[in-house]
């Protein structure tokens, strides 16, 4: 796996290893409520982002970026693949211990109404076909829907309102010191996009010109349909399976999260000091990475790195929350 974006961008500056798959992705999602009788009231601002890459187009992009040779012997086959949104919005949760049904059992679920204000929905294939090292012909189709045109400049672009939801379900049961979750996470997700900017076009090689190092330069010659339309823009479902085991002060569980049919497997230890104050440390198989947290007097704190240097990271994350009680 390679964090795509950072090549996209030519921020990486770790080791180039692609992989047939390459994907970045990227999540935030900053809310503050009230809870009252079981249930939640909340405001939120979320944000996702998927890239994914095949090898040949991550390749052409790093080599490209670092005004390295091209294998001449090699037709380079392309496919990039981006989704992502910013929205704000408004959910509503509730949960439900089920004793009465089996001893151990609560089941709860969370609504939510979003109001978007940014989109990236696109794909770009097509092939490049290198003339020399430092030289290339190609032709890409593009189709794609955006708030931002990142591929190239066009003006008059304007997005229009739109709004989504999504839903949560997840179950939950404990029986001595084991415990199960199961979560689906946007279940139904959906934005509505009532007018958005949207381009189906075909990029193919322009007249060229050459940069002091001997690169071949190039500004797309954009051919195609530019518009706005009425767009549904998918939310991936998110499932998330856990199980774990609790023996006095010391924790121990594994979790598996499903997104876009790709798993992402984590095994965490935690350790309780009092009543007050836990600290845990968990590792993810697919980034190698490690996360630490801790949580005392209703603040949570969390950071996840797979080494010590940002730049270079393949997964990198913060969480915070606190919880008043009154």
Known sequence: MLPVASIIDDSWRGDFTPENRNAA????????????NGWRVAAFNRAEFFIESNRDAIEFIYLTKKKRDLATNRIYAADLKATGFIANGVEVSHGRKLDRVTPGLSAGFTVRLMDPTYLQDGSMSGYVIPLGPRSYDYNLFLDYAYSKNII????????????????????????????ADALLRD????????????????????????????????????????????????????????????????????????????????????????????????????????????????????????????????????????????
């Open 25 to 36: 992705e990227l999540y935030w999602n900053a809310a503050a409520g009230v809870v009252v």
């Open 187 to 326: 279940l139904a997700g959906a934005i509505y996009w009532r007018s958005a900017p949207y381009t189906t076009a075909n990029a193919v090689t322009p007249t060229t010109s050459t940069s002091t190092n001997g690169y071949q330069d190039f500004t797309p010659s954009i051919n195609g349909y530019e518009g706005n339309k009425r767009f549904r823009q998918a939310i991936p479902l998110k499932t998330d399976l856990s199980l774990g085991y609790d023996y006095d002060c010391l924790s121990a569980s594994a979790t598996v999260i499903l997104i876009r049919d790709q798993p992402r497997t984590w095994f965490e230890g935690g350790y309780k000091l009092n009543d007050r104050v836990r600290l845990s440390l968990a590792y993810n198989l697919d980034y190698s990475a490690l996360s630490y947290g801790i949580a005392a007097y209703g603040f949570e704190l969390g950071l996840t790195m797979d080494g010590t240097e940002v730049r270079d990271a393949n997964a990198l994350g913060f969480r915070m929350s606190y919880l008043y009680n009154w």
């Open 152 to 179: 190239y400049d066009r003006e008059g672009e304007h997005l229009g309102d739109g709004y989504g939801f999504s839903a949560d379900i997840g179950v939950s049961y404990r029986k001595g010191g084991w415990r």
